[in-house]
């Protein structure tokens, strides 16, 4: 277990808690969802950090060069970063499952409500603070706009290494299928806040198995540590509650 799951963390009353198992027959159509309009321009992206947990890819913020507007959102949401979660090995490793079943690796675009709130950190404290584009990977064909962020990550092996890589567009990382289920819900990692708008796209991307090994060969531990493979950095699923899952197709 990562030291991150080691004590146990719960969120005292925590009603929306994320991520769940979406029932495909017990979700709910709601025919007033509208199409998610994904809207990022390359040169915001930053550089990728491994920050001991997963790899996130960073994005310049301070601008709505790229956002999302559109599906169950009242406001336009900012790209902040991307990131996934995978396995160890391709039976498990997503943080959703659909019908109890999981993929192997699960992608979070996180973007922030910058129309309502001044900051990030201030969004991430707020119901409606946060959107987060959830896409599951599967094992199929190689993936193409992938394998410009698998040919960078050997650079970001250790904890806290960074580097630099702009000029992306994780549009090509979307499946082009407008289907999605979306649900109130809560970050996965500290601070667990229940801030999210979840917006888990149907249709998985496939990604060919080489791929998600260059995922399994990062550590989450420093140079110069014991090394630990980064693998399993998923958080257990969490009780749906009284919340209802929303699908924008039927």
């Avoid at 997963?54 to 310049?60: H, K, R």
């Avoid at 996934?84 to 498990?92: M, T």
């Avoid at 993936?143 to 040919?151: F, P, R």
């Avoid at 289920?181 to 809560?186: I, L, N």
Wanted: proline share 8%; aromatic share 12%; glycine share 6%.
């Amino acid at each position: 277990v990562h030291p991150l799951w080691q004590s146990p963390l719960t969120i005292p009353g925590g009603t929306r808690q994320s991520p769940i198992n979406i029932q495909w027959r017990d979700s709910v159509y709601d025919p007033f969802l509208k199409p998610l309009k994904i809207s990022y321009d390359p040169t915001t992206c930053l550089h990728i950090w491994n920050n001991g947990y997963s790899f996130l890819v960073e994005f310049d913020d301070s601008t709505d060069r790229s956002i999302i507007v559109g599906g169950p959102l009242e406001n336009q949401y900012r790209l902040k970063q991307f990131h996934f979660h995978w396995g160890a090995i391709n039976e498990w490793g997503s943080e959703h499952t659909v019908d109890s079943k999981f993929y192997p690796a699960e992608l979070h675009l996180v973007h922030w409500n910058a129309v309502v709130y001044p900051t990030f950190e201030e969004a991430v404290m707020e119901g409606n603070g946060l959107a987060v584009i959830g896409v599951f990977l599967k094992l199929g064909a190689h993936h193409e706009g992938l394998q410009t962020l698998v040919d960078a990550l050997p650079a970001v092996k250790h904890k806290d290494t960074v580097v630099e890589f702009d000029v992306f567009d994780p549009t090509c990382l979307i499946p082009s299928c407008p289907d999605y289920w979306t649900y109130a819900g809560s970050l996965t990692t500290p601070p667990l806040t229940e801030s999210v708008t979840w917006i888990i796209k149907k249709k998985p991307i496939e990604v060919e198995e080489n791929q998600l090994e260059a995922f399994r060969m990062l550590l989450f531990t420093s140079d110069g540590e014991e090394e630990k493979r980064m693998v399993d950095n998923f958080r257990p699923l969490q009780p749906l509650m009284n919340r209802t899952v929303r699908s924008s197709f039927q």
